[in-house]
């Protein structure tokens, strides 16, 4: 399914002979059976109210962050705007939410316009999607009437394969409605104080490292997933600090009235100096609600640590955290405020605390340029760690992150982030400055 991709106010987009025969930037991306649809071209008046959110939706839609997108289309309904595209994209962008009752009632707000035919296709993906293959069979029939060749043939397509499942039996559903999305960054960077991941300390040793992270989501139309995610890091000298992480899991967005839901369970692995470092466990639940273009989310992680190495016994144990955070789009860019609170009950060694209690804020301002999006993040965090031999640790870290992207293509990008870390301590060891260069490109395959 596809977003309905508007023409320039001013003129002509200069992609929109590529977009129109479905070989542009966006039309790389191949209409699959499970998620079918049209990309059009369209003009918007600039004098419309809500344009520019309606431009913003369409954009943040592009970057596959589709709650972001949401917020910015519902602010130009808002506003007043009308536009047969407006009620199209809203409609796509609550399929990709699983919002499919909403997508429905969006998509019958364009009967009578241009993209009346393939509002009938998706109409016709939404009831499969809720189960209702009566309607949906409906829908595509509907829709396989076009005079819109192309919903015509997608429409029979889906038809076909409706036909041919339940001559094979349900046992084909599965693989009809799986989903999946795919992200990959490769990173090269320079720390000139490297952090000791088992001591969450200082080195007062600066090296160069590369990194790579990998993740795949799998989903399913009754919305639960599977995934699996890769870490490492190597440094050029220090070795010793090399580490890597996997971790695979299970998530289930649900929509309970207001709230967007999405409880989730991981086992992860990791390994430090090429030997294994921790195993364990997260249990996490998220929840989220929209006001208005505003939205407010939070969050409860329990994690619990084990290791098989016993020069790691300390670091065992369980952690909390609780995280509130309120995301505000403006015309100036996205704003997101956030408080975290962190609990440890590790085991400790004599001379060392692992369980800190921990208070931080952090403030993110974001915002895209075409093919440009930076971001400023600001973080503070105190840390309160009890007394070791007698003697009490308080430590207070500020952080500043400025990073940037430029959109190579649809599915590349490269990106530069600068981090600078200032940690105050009441023992002067513990007190240290760290700054951090990172120089990455990323590939992400878009949530089909």
């Not at 829908?139 to 015509?152: H, M, P």
């Not at 394969?161 to 960077?189: C, F, I, M, P, Q």
């Not at 085991?347 to 930076?374: C, E």
């Amino acid at each position: 399914m596809k977003i309905y991709q508007t023409a320039r106010p001013a003129g002509k987009s200069k992609h929109a002979k590529d977009i129109s025969t479905g070989h542009g930037t966006l039309g790389k991306h191949r209409l699959l059976s499970a998620l079918a649809g049209l990309l059009l071209t369209g003009t918007v008046s600039a004098t419309e109210p809500g344009t520019r959110q309606l431009e913003s939706g369409i954009e943040q839609f592009k970057r596959g962050n589709f709650e972001t997108a949401l917020m910015h289309l519902e602010t130009a309904q808002e506003l007043g705007n009308r536009e047969p595209q407006l009620f199209y994209n809203l409609g796509v962008t609550h399929y990709k939410l699983k919002m499919y009752r909403q997508a429905i009632a969006n998509f019958k707000k364009v009967q009578g316009t241009d993209l009346e035919a393939p509002a009938k296709l998706n109409i016709g993906l939404c009831w499969d999607a809720l189960g209702d293959q009566r309607k949906a069979e409906k829908a595509f029939r509907a829709a396989r009437g076009s005079e819109n060749r192309k919903v015509a043939y997608l429409a029979g397509q889906r038809l076909g394969k409706k036909r041919a499942s339940n001559e094979r039996g349900s046992s084909d559903r599965w693989s009809r409605n799986l989903e999946w999305d795919v992200y990959a960054n490769v990173a090269g960077g320079y720390d000139d104080n490297v952090t000791l991941v088992a001591a969450d300390a200082p080195s007062q040793q600066a090296d160069s490292y590369t990194q790579s992270y990998f993740s795949a989501r799998f989903g399913f139309a009754d919305s639960a997933r599977v995934y699996a995610s890769l870490f490492d890091i190597n440094y050029a000298d220090i070795d010793s600090q090399d580490f890597g992480i996997g971790k695979v899991g299970m998530d289930y967005p649900l929509r309970v009235a207001d709230w967007y839901l999405l409880p989730s369970v991981n086992i992860f692995q990791s390994s430090l100096m090429g030997s294994d470092y921790q195993e364990g466990h997260d249990l996490k639940f998220k929840a989220r609600r929209y006001f208005g273009k505003n939205a407010f989310t939070t969050s409860y992680r329990f994690t619990e640590f084990d290791t098989s190495d016993p020069l790691f016994e300390a670091t065992a144990g369980a952690r909390h955290r609780l995280r509130f955070e309120y995301k505000v789009p403006t015309d100036f860019g996205e704003l997101r405020g956030r408080y975290q609170y962190e609990t440890n009950d590790r085991n400790d060694s004599p001379l060392r605390s692992y369980s800190p209690d921990r208070h931080g804020l952090a403030l993110r301002y974001k915002n895209s340029w075409s093919v440009l999006q930076g971001y400023l993040d600001l973080d503070w965090r105190s840390s309160d760690y009890g007394s070791i031999v007698t003697v009490p640790r308080e430590d207070e870290r500020l952080r500043t992150t400025i990073g940037a992207s430029y959109r190579l293509t649809a599915n590349w990008d490269l990106g530069f982030r600068y981090q600078y870390t200032d940690n105050d301590s009441n023992l002067a060891e513990e007190s240290y400055t760290r700054n951090q260069f990172l120089l990455d490109l990323s590939f992400g395959l878009p949530r089909l």
